[in-house]
């Protein structure tokens, strides 16, 4: 009889959740084998009741466990983070469709890519696209009310559709060769470009015939920087799946191949599993639990939602072969598990291969999977203390896509002001697991009512992002950290809604009661619910300590620039001297102060200054 068990300790809490083809036999067998691991041995001995579910057939034994063991996290489960979606670069369904990067559900409106294997391997699609096809990347309401072009234009990277620059059937022109490309057909993208090109040079439209051959040569440049990236024709679709461990910890590392192309890979590490003794459950078991929990509810139909690239792919290559548990838990069967294999092949709709001795390219990748498995194994071991334990914690709750911590950057912004005098604002930046004081930088803020921190925040943002198209990919932040309520984290969403910037970098950093720090709450722009982390935790430590060096940076950049102000008022405030004047005076006795020291017989030494004036100034200056 085919079902769910789930084992309890004394107080109540879940220990484990298991299914079995027949649940008698199985958890049984917990309580008669003499020979169980010392991981199972442990959680046998804190057993004090279980629970039972028949279901009607394995497969929906193994659907129900699965749902389970994400539902309630036991510990002695293997246990993946499922909390974050693999991103997609997406053409949405409008008129003049929209480029941008999409995580989430996918539907029939819209045209996705992917999925690719981190959000660094879509923003760098997204800024090629925008380059090469000058496609749009604003929201729709900002998309309508334009009446004239954005600096997006101004740079070469939109066509300016809103304001009728070209016509629905151009741009859709633009977007079809955008679509090939996306779809690696990148000889028929640039015969066509070229083909144009001669076209309307014969037709004398040079300056059209320019912006084609720009084209050409933009996309032919980056077909070159990608060309160290093997294809290897005939392979399609693979994933290639991974588990080292090391040191009482495990990796499960998964690359993903395309079109034969290596996309790039990503590392997971399983909840709750690093152990002290070393003793781990087998690679075959993780295995098992990561194809489970990462594919069952991933898979999409591709003809349903138009999604170019199904997120199963047909071959599934890994480093270990699996097996499936008996009813006895202490042998193991050598085939696959039959359930999970009939699971996948009917979410994806064909039949999925596994391979463990591949051959070939596919070994290749293999090779690379498993080194980088341990190599980002080493990298979580060097970040269990210090300053990387704050970063690994801060990354973790914000869930980012990170190959490594060296790879977050987090740009953090303040405004000062005394009383609305000398408004300064303030951009640090933390990366490299380190502050960057060589990345700091302040903007004067003007042409706004004065003590009006909202338009002093959003004319930063705008000044600091307006080219952000131009930025290499490691010099896009990760998180902008804005110090400020709802208030602030609203015109932060604004601004970057305007640039066609993710809104769900925005973190704002509300200040508890007495600023003291550990009462902070984070604010998101992209509707996620607030956090309260509290004063032990170590996400919170590094955020506070950001914020505070934006603020330093700001205040003595603020007060420095009203002591200059009221330098410069003090001494205009005198009949008789000018610019010129005034700055041989400063220059001479170093600022006012050395001014205001020095004797009227010595100011009257200064070029172009009288006895008579430098009477006048030692008055008004004492």
Not at 371 to 380: P, V
């Amino acid at each position: 009889m085919p079902g769910v068990y789930r084992f309890f300790d004394e107080a109540g809490h879940i220990l484990y959740v298991g299914k079995a083809r027949d649940l008698k036999k199985r958890v049984s067998s917990y309580f008669q084998n003499k020979q169980l691991s010392p991981r199972i041995a442990l959680m046998v001995g804190k057993i004090a009741r279980y629970e039972t579910t028949v279901t009607r057939s394995e497969t929906e034994a193994l659907i129900l466990e699965n749902n389970l063991i994400k539902e309630l996290a036991p510990p002695f489960n293997i246990l993946f983070r499922d909390d974050k979606s693999y991103p997609y670069v997406m053409l949405t369904g409008h008129q003049f469709p929209r480029l941008a990067s999409y995580r989430g559900k996918v539907d029939k409106r819209n045209h996705y890519f992917g999925p690719f294997p981190n959000s660094w391997a879509v923003r760098n699609s997204v800024q090629i696209l925008q380059k090469v096809f000058r496609l749009r990347t604003c929201e729709d309401s900002v998309f309508k009310n334009r009446s004239r072009p954005c600096l997006l234009h101004q740079i070469h990277r939109c066509s300016a559709p809103c304001v009728g620059r070209l016509s629905v059937e151009q741009y859709g022109q633009d977007v079809a060769q955008a679509t090939r490309f996306l779809e690696g057909d990148h000889s028929r993208v640039l015969s066509e470009l070229e083909k144009e090109m001669h076209a309307h040079s014969e037709a004398m439209e040079f300056e059209m015939a320019a912006v084609l051959r720009d084209r050409i040569a933009d996309l032919s440049s980056v077909l070159q920087q990608q060309s160290m990236d093997t294809v290897a024709e005939g392979e399609g679709d693979v994933d290639v799946i991974a588990v080292a461990q090391m040191e009482g910890m495990v990796c499960v590392n998964l690359a993903m191949i395309r079109g034969g192309r290596h996309l790039g890979d990503r590392a997971y590490f399983p909840k709750g599993l690093r152990t002290t003794s070393g003793e781990l459950p087998a690679p075959p078991e993780i295995l098992e639990a990561f194809i489970a929990q990462h594919y069952l509810e991933e898979g999409v139909d591709e003809s349903a939602t138009g999604v170019t690239t199904n997120l199963i792919p047909p071959v599934l290559v890994l480093n270990h072969a699996l097996q499936s548990t008996s009813d006895d838990v202490s042998k193991l069967s050598d085939a696959p598990p039959e359930d999970l294999h009939e699971l996948l092949n009917a979410q994806a709709g064909r039949k999925i291969t596994f391979l463990h001795q591949p051959q070939g390219q596919r070994r290749h990748w293999l090779a690379m999977a498993e080194g980088n498995a341990k190599i980002a194994l080493t990298k979580r071991l060097v970040e269990t203390g210090g300053q990387l334990a704050r970063a690994r914690a801060l990354a973790d709750i914000l869930a980012l896509d990170l190959e490594s911590l060296e790879q977050l950057r987090i740009e953090c912004f303040d405004i000062s002001h005394t009383s609305g005098e000398a408004t300064q604002a303030s951009c640090v930046v933390y990366t490299k697991n380190a502050m960057q004081s060589s990345e700091y930088r302040r903007f004067n803020i003007s042409d706004i009512t004065p003590g009006d921190d909202y338009a002093a925040m959003r004319q930063v943002l705008q000044r600091r992002y307006a080219n952000f198209q131009e930025l290499p990919v490691d010099k896009i932040p990760q998180v902008i950290l804005i110090d400020g309520g709802k208030g602030q984290v609203e015109m932060a969403r604004q601004v970057l809604t305007e640039f066609g910037m993710d809104v769900g970098l925005i973190v704002g950093v509300a200040k508890g009661e007495g600023r003291k720090v550990g009462l902070e709450t984070l604010i998101f722009a992209d509707g996620r619910p607030a956090l309260e982390l509290g004063i032990d935790s170590a996400a919170l430590l590094l955020v506070a300590q950001i914020r505070d060096e934006a603020h330093r940076f700001a205040i003595t950049g603020m007060r420095a620039k009203r002591a200059k102000a009221r330098t410069v008022s003090r001494l205009e405030e005198i009949e008789g001297i000018g610019a010129k004047r005034r700055q041989k005076l400063l220059a001479r006795f170093g600022g006012l102060k050395g001014v205001a020291n020095a004797s009227i017989e010595e100011i009257a030494s200064v070029e172009g200054v009288s006895l008579t004036l430098a009477e006048q100034i030692y008055r008004q200056l004492h």
